[in-house]
């Protein structure tokens, strides 16, 4: 405690440490004025035309025409495999089969569950 003493005794003194200048309230309103740039004038918004308002709608729609597209002609292959696959003689029925039986197993249902499900009058 006695250090703290000695340092305070020091170091300290009665006047406020923090202070402001002399007669600097005085003109600090027209200095900070002139220190700030000067406002520009305000500019008119450019008007905007016809094309401008239409072209979001053309883009959009240019999309939609691109990916509708993309899909026909991903489908026409598709198309041209199947048929190609017919044509050479490929017989579906044992894929069929196959399929089907995977499926069946998959949904984990007895024969009779099976049957009693496909040959239901009330299937919607």
């Not at 016809?50 to 509708?68: C, E, I, R």
């Not at 292959?77 to 050479?88: F, G, S, T, V, Y």
């Amino acid at each position: 405690m006695k250090e703290e003493d000695i340092l305070r005794k020091k170091l300290s003194t009665k006047e406020n440490p923090f202070k402001v200048p002399e007669n600097y309230f005085e003109n600090f309103t027209s200095q900070m004025m002139d220190q700030l740039p000067e406002k520009p004038a305000r500019v008119e918004p450019k008007k905007t035309t016809t094309w401008q308002k239409f072209k979001p709608f053309l883009y959009m729609a240019a999309m939609f025409v691109g990916a509708a597209l993309i899909i026909k002609v991903a489908s026409y292959e598709m198309d041209k495999n199947e048929l190609a696959r017919q044509m050479e003689g490929y017989e579906l029925s044992e894929a069929d089969d196959q399929y089907f039986n995977e499926v069946v197993n998959g949904t984990m249902l007895d024969d009779y569950s099976l049957y009693v499900y496909l040959t239901s009058s009330d299937n919607e």
